[in-house]
């Protein structure tokens, strides 16, 4: 029983990540109609945005240490953070130490703009054209984000551990019932499922209870009639592209104390949430959510040892086994709407 | 009377001919051909196949920083001459390098990038020998590339000096005359590691294995388990994990419910960093289990992946085939480690990692056995090259074994250091395996299937 609630706190979090990207890439096909493969580059890029504001808060001077000398024989140097002589010194460190968290603070404006950027520059030139040029030039854009991010950032991993307080685990088994020590969770995993919950509530809650939500849900459903209001739902949808580019990063940013960042975490996660948002339907909002955390808790089960020795190979293909099972019986995904790309 | 066809200038053109057909024979010998890529002028050329795209971008960069740092030391153009100044055969005498090109001819080299895949390496290997004239392949960080690049070679006639593989195919099954490994292999790290693990951990231990599902994986786990389970461990779990996973939670809480007390990574690269990262975010470093506290241990080490790990790193022991503090902590058995870091330190500004080491050797080694052999010719630096024992190239008296073209060389044990003072400086030696006890039979087990042939000096 707890290698079963252990399966599915690890499916949530894994699907939470799904989920969150696959929301943005549904919030982008809804509205604007793109079918946006450059999507995991952003979720990559909002975790180098915590990665650059860890560097940022880390700039530092270099001062001789006394009576040490460093592989060279030359006087050993120790880094000094210029936010120690800011702020004092465990001021200085507490701050570098949240610099994670603080990143979403710095990852919004800044994924708002790459995605105004994007949307403005690139990928509105290609509303009108097929889905299949819009997924070769966002794949393009996407590789030359990576590249760009691999040439100042290198192709290693780069460690951004989590707030000191939130490194180790949590026994969240003691909590319903358990035997001490029986079910212990990260918490830090534990934080980014709570985190992911939040995101996602807010965006349907953004859609559902204010003017600007009604308005896009409205031009989603019918382009061209709320054109014909006079509203202005190009511009709109312009900022839609930024809220999921921001969705995507703030994903992104906190993920990195899971796995450290590398350039090519984005194309890790974007076939991934592909299959995510066909599996629940096309410009679906909650259909994206369901099949995030659905596929993220079939994979963490079909990863189990006793899964694996009844059937060999199954934690590598149970996410497309499961997406064609489904497509064959529902053709339009878990909560696709008809007529969304059928035509 | 007839005049016939004779005229001066026909004897002219007649005699030219047969004058350069007479010179020919001499031409071609002081040229030195009848093999693939014969150099002709004033230079030869080396082609360096490492990646320079892809996961392993960083590993390549310093694998090339260490090619063109041999370069300049074998021509003679270097601010010093690095390992020239150590490396010495097995009779005390120097190295027959001077510094001044090889057999006379300035080396230049050209680049390909392998992207750590087979396909993309054999293409780029392809292309520096036929289009660039490459004499001699070196360079990858990966056995897979390094497998399908010494098949390549052995085909086209070159010789292939591995760079930085692990898995015992590279010179077990899929081993080639024309290529010779000087990094060390899976069963030299369960070889050396075992004794050191029994030691620190005891030898009442239950293991659970995570390996990468690929050939290096397999080997490796085959060499930590066999090693082990010699010492008493038993193998309680191993499960295989996609090449692909970046999320390795849903592998490590099975590990959880099990009643192991080591985990064994059998992963490289960003596989490790991830899973070794997820592992102790589960607070398996933290758990008591049988009365014991829990274990990581990561066989292969790279200080790339250990900075990518962070602070995760510490603590964990795994095995390596050369670190640059060799021989300030343990030496003058380890002559070579020193003169090398000043050189690549004085150029690069930081200390050369384990991959470029094997790299530069590697190239001393393929020049070398060239100089003693006063020929380019594949076979004959095969010949020059089997059997040969050297010393001061920074890992002790290490002998290129004929029978399967591996080095036999002291193994490194290491563990991440706890409070490393920079990031040049997170692992700490444990201990150093001596070669007897990571030398193997030729007809190993583990080893076993495939044959060297013959060399091929192609065209």
Not at chain 1, 242 to 271: C, E, K, Q, R, W
Not at chain 1, 315 to 321: A, E, F, H, S, T
Not at chain 2, 258 to 267: E, F, P, R, T
Not at chain 2, 438 to 446: E, K
Request: with cysteine.
């Amino acid at each position: 029983m707890d290698a079963i609630i252990l399966q599915i706190l690890n499916g949530l979090d894994k699907g939470s990540a799904y989920a969150l990207i696959a929301l943005g890439l549904t919030l982008i096909f809804g509205t604007l109609g793109v079918v946006n493969f450059a999507h995991g580059a952003l979720f990559m890029i909002g975790a180098f945005c915590a990665v650059t504001l860890s560097r940022l808060l880390s700039l530092s001077h270099e001062v001789a240490v006394p009576g040490s000398v460093d592989f060279l024989g030359n006087p050993q140097m120790r880094d000094v953070p210029y936010i120690y002589e800011i702020f004092g010194e465990s001021l200085g460190a507490g701050i570098i130490d949240w610099a994670v968290p603080l990143s979403i603070l710095f990852a919004i404006p800044v994924m708002i703009a790459i995605g105004v950027i994007m949307e403005r520059g690139l990928i509105k030139h290609f509303y009108k054209r097929p889905h299949a040029d819009q997924i070769l030039v966002t794949f393009g854009l996407a590789i030359v984000l990576q590249e760009i991010i691999k040439y100042y950032y290198g192709a290693n991993p780069i460690p951004t551990p989590a707030p000191s307080a939130f490194i180790g685990s949590f026994d969240f088994g003691a909590l319903i019932g358990f035997e001490a020590g029986q079910i212990i969770y990260p918490y830090w995993r534990l934080v980014y499922f709570a985190f992911a919950a939040v995101i996602i509530g807010a965006v349907f809650a953004f859609l559902q209870f204010t003017t600007f939500g009604m308005v896009v849900r409205a031009g989603m459903a019918d382009r061209e009639t709320v054109g014909l209001l006079g509203i202005n739902i190009d511009k709109r949808f312009t900022i839609m592209f930024g809220l999921a580019a921001a969705v995507a990063g703030l994903a992104g940013v906190m993920y990195t104390p899971i796995n450290s960042p590398n350039y090519h975490m984005g194309m890790d996660f974007l076939v991934l949430s592909f299959v995510v948002v066909v599996v629940g339907g096309m410009g679906s909002l909650p259909g994206a959510v369901l099949a995030g955390f659905l596929l993220g808790i079939l994979e963490s089960f079909a990863s189990m040892r006793e899964v694996i020795a009844i059937i060999p190979g199954i934690n590598q293909v149970i996410i497309y086994l499961v997406a064609i099972i489904i497509l064959l019986t529902r053709p339009r995904g878990l909560m696709g709407r008809k007529g969304v790309m059928e035509d | 009377m007839s005049k016939g066809n004779l005229t001066r200038r026909g004897v002219l053109k007649t005699g030219a001919v047969a004058g350069a057909g007479l010179a020919l024979p001499t031409y071609l010998s002081a040229q030195d051909s009848g093999f693939t890529n014969a150099p002709s002028g004033a230079t030869v050329t080396l082609g360096f196949n490492v990646p320079q795209s892809g996961p392993y971008a960083d590993e390549g960069a310093d694998e090339l920083r260490a090619y063109e740092l041999a370069v300049d030391h074998l021509n003679g153009t270097g601010a010093d001459n690095g390992m020239l100044e150590t490396f010495k055969y097995a009779d005390g005498s120097g190295t027959v390098l001077k510094g001044s090109g090889v057999l006379g001819k300035k080396v230049e080299f050209v680049t390909g990038d392998t992207q750590t895949k087979s396909d993309a390496a054999r293409a780029s290997a392809k292309s520096m020998i036929e289009k660039d004239g490459a004499i001699m392949i070196t360079g990858g960080s990966s056995s897979g590339v390094a497998v399908a690049v010494q098949a390549l070679c052995q085909e086209a006639g070159v010789i292939f000096m591995a760079g930085l593989t692990h898995a015992n195919d590279t010179t077990g099954k899929d081993k080639r005359a024309n290529g010779f490994r000087h990094f060390f292999n899976s069963y030299m790290s369960g070889a050396a590691l075992a004794p050191i693990l029994a030691a620190q951990y005891g030898s009442d231990r239950k293991a659970y294995h995570l390996t990468a599902d690929y050939n290096w994986g397999y080997t490796t786990e085959e060499a930590i388990r066999s090693s082990t389970e010699a010492m008493g461990w038993e193998t309680v779990g191993t499960v295989l994990t996609p090449l692909t996973q970046t999320d390795f939670s849903s592998y490590i809480t099975p590990v959880l419910q099990s009643d192991a007390d080591v985990l064994v990574l059998n992963h490289y690269g960003g596989n490790m960093v991830n899973s070794l990262t997820n592992a102790v975010q589960f607070g398996l470093r933290d758990r008591m289990v049988n009365g014991k506290k829990f274990e990581i241990v990561v066989p292969l080490y790279s200080e790339l992946m250990a900075r990518g790990a962070g602070s995760n790193i510490a603590g964990i022991l795994g095995s390596q085939n050369w670190d640059w503090k060799l021989e300030n902590q343990l030496g003058a058995k380890y002559s070579g480690t020193n003169a090398f870091v000043q050189s690549f330190g004085t150029k690069y500004g930081f200390p050369p990692s384990q991959a470029a080491h094997t790299c530069y050797v590697q190239t001393l080694l393929y020049a070398d056995a060239v100089e003693r052999a006063g020929s380019f010719a594949p076979c004959a630096v095969v010949d020059a090259l089997e059997g040969f024992s050297f010393d001061g190239m920074g890992n002790g008296p290490t002998l290129y074994r004929g029978e399967d073209h591996q080095c036999f060389k002291d193994v490194i044990v290491v563990r991440g250091k706890e409070n490393p003072e920079n990031e040049f400086d997170l692992v700490e030696i444990v201990e150093v395996t001596p070669v007897e006890q990571v030398t193997y039979a030729p007809d190993h087990p583990q080893f076993a299937g495939g044959a060297l042939g013959s060399c091929n000096n192609g065209a």
